[in-house]
């Protein structure tokens, strides 16, 4: 199974304010996340639960991992640990992708499992308190852009 990141940051690396967006809703990279997801297992940190408001994202397998967790809201599926979610991830996907969809610290914890990682670049600076690890990135040694679009750069990081 591949498994790839997908993130949107802004100019900062800010990716989330308050259990939000920090920019709000941009159609565009909304749709780019829907397109490549749809259909595969996501993966996300239990803090998930407060950003997707209790609702999982629909036709896509919405694994979720937590330490803490005992139970979680309908169409979720917990996971107590990373190797459990790369065990539940592979015998769910059908054509052998998954994504890690975050936040911050679930992109870090499977940073080691990434073949990939797509970054929707938002231009301009917004107010954020979540940020991407930049050294993350680091992880990668190839960066290519899929699309410059006026409000975002999509790119992807390859190994
Ligand atoms: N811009 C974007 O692309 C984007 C995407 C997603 C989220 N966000 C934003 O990111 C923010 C949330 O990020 P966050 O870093 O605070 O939280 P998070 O990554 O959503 O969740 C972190 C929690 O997930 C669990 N977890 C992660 N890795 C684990 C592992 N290997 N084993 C067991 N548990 C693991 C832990 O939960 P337990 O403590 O329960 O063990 C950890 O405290 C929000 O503001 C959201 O809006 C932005």
């Given at each position: 199974?591949?498994?790839?990141?997908i993130a949107?940051?802004?100019?900062?690396?800010?990716?989330?304010?308050?259990?939000?967006?920090?920019?709000?809703?941009?159609?565009?990279d909304?749709?780019?996340?829907?397109?490549?997801?749809?259909?595969?297992?996501?993966?996300?940190?239990?803090?998930?639960?407060?950003?997707?408001?209790?609702?999982?994202?629909?036709?896509?397998?919405?694994?979720?991992?937590?330490?803490?967790?005992?139970?979680?809201?309908?169409?979720?599926?917990?996971?107590?640990c990373?190797?459990?979610?790369?065990?539940v991830?592979?015998?769910?996907?059908?054509?052998?992708?998954?994504?890690v969809?975050?936040?911050?610290?679930?992109?870090k914890s499977?940073?080691?499992?990434m073949?990939?990682?797509?970054?929707?670049?938002?231009k301009?600076?917004?107010?954020?308190?979540?940020?991407?690890?930049?050294?993350?990135?680091?992880?990668?040694s190839?960066?290519?852009?899929?699309?410059?679009?006026?409000?975002?750069l999509?790119?992807?990081?390859?190994?």
């Amino acid at each position: 199974m591949k498994i790839y990141g997908i993130a949107a940051t802004d100019d900062n690396l800010g990716i989330g304010f308050n259990d939000s967006l920090p920019w709000g809703f941009i159609k565009n990279d909304m749709d780019f996340f829907r397109e490549i997801t749809i259909g595969n297992p996501i993966i996300m940190g239990s803090n998930a639960i407060n950003w997707l408001k209790g609702k999982p994202l629909p036709n896509r397998h919405n694994i979720v991992v937590s330490s803490q967790r005992r139970d979680v809201p309908d169409g979720f599926i917990l996971c107590s640990c990373r190797n459990e979610v790369l065990d539940v991830a592979s015998s769910l996907s059908v054509n052998g992708l998954a994504f890690v969809i975050g936040g911050a610290k679930t992109y870090k914890s499977f940073i080691d499992d990434m073949d990939g990682f797509y970054l929707s670049r938002v231009k301009g600076s917004y107010e954020a308190n979540v940020f991407l690890e930049e050294s993350l990135l680091d992880r990668f040694s190839k960066c290519f852009v899929i699309d410059d679009c006026i409000d975002v750069l999509f790119t992807i990081y390859e190994k």
